[in-house]
């Protein structure tokens, strides 16, 4: 049976998130991390930087719902456990995955 998950840190996430440039591994334009800071690829160009933190900017909003959160092993999406080390963290056909594909700014 599924539950609502409740973000322990929805206190720490802003209206605005912070957001944070630096290099990222691979081909990972971004990341969200559970206090709701998004870190950008700064090697991006602005154009895709923005698509970059739009896409990002769903899975804050995702955090703060409580459909969202992660841990070094596992994520969490509306009470059901994802391991992550037999995923392909940002497929598109993960569900949180799909949400933020679906929403993002496509230019």
Do not use: C
Not at 21 to 28: S, T
Not at 69 to 93: H, L
Request: charged share 30%.
């Amino acid at each position: 049976m599924g539950y609502k998950m409740k973000s322990n840190v929805g206190s720490l996430i802003k209206d605005e998130p912070v957001i944070v440039k630096k290099n990222l591994a691979g081909d990972v334009h971004g990341e969200t991390l559970n206090d709701g800071t998004i870190v950008i690829n700064k090697n991006l160009s602005p154009v895709q930087q923005k698509i970059a933190v739009s896409h990002e900017k769903v899975h804050v909003d995702q955090i703060k719902r409580g459909d969202l959160s992660y841990d070094e092993n596992f994520v969490y999406w509306k009470g059901k456990k994802y391991p992550r080390k037999t995923m392909s963290e940002g497929a598109k056909n993960l569900p949180w995955e799909k949400e933020a594909y679906n929403k993002q700014k496509k230019k």
